[in-house]
């Protein structure tokens, strides 16, 4: 019995840990943007279903159509582990959406720059996920 709870224990402060591992600083992604000449794109123009995945608490990535974007956030966005939809507040209708930074707001933070991934950007993007 004593086994399986020290095992049990190992494995929650062993997940933790790695989540923590997941999440790249500021620094790096900025690094990443830097070292791929990524410039901000000021508008996205995307069909629903728009996908956002977390990054950390001042970036995201967004799917939308077949292109990735990184979004940043003018603050940092606590909140946004927390959701599993994308919520937007932005102009659009049934069948597109236009996202502009820095005017509208994604899950409830205000957008600052977009930069549009190509394929070797978002391949580090992963990598850095990925640890």
């Known amino acids: 019995m004593r086994n399986i709870l020290a095992v049990l224990v190992i494995a929650v402060l062993c997940s933790a840990c790695a989540d923590a591992y997941l999440i790249p600083s500021d620094e790096r992604v900025e ?17 629903h279903p728009i996908r956002l995945v977390y990054v950390n608490d001042s970036y995201g990535l967004i ?6 974007y990184l979004v940043q956030f003018r603050r940092r966005c606590r909140g946004l582990q927390a959701h599993s939809r994308v919520h937007l507040q932005a102009k659009g209708n049934k069948g597109s959406l236009t996202i502009r930074a820095p005017f509208d707001l994604v899950n409830g933070c205000a957008v600052d720059h977009f930069f549009q991934l190509e ?3 978002e391949m580090k993007l992963q990598e850095l996920r990925e640890g």
């Open 31 to 47: 690094a990443l943007v830097v070292a791929n000449n990524l410039e901000p794109v000021d508008t996205i123009v995307a069909l």
């Open 63 to 68: 799917t939308a159509r077949n292109d990735q």
């Open 119 to 121: 394929d070797e950007a």
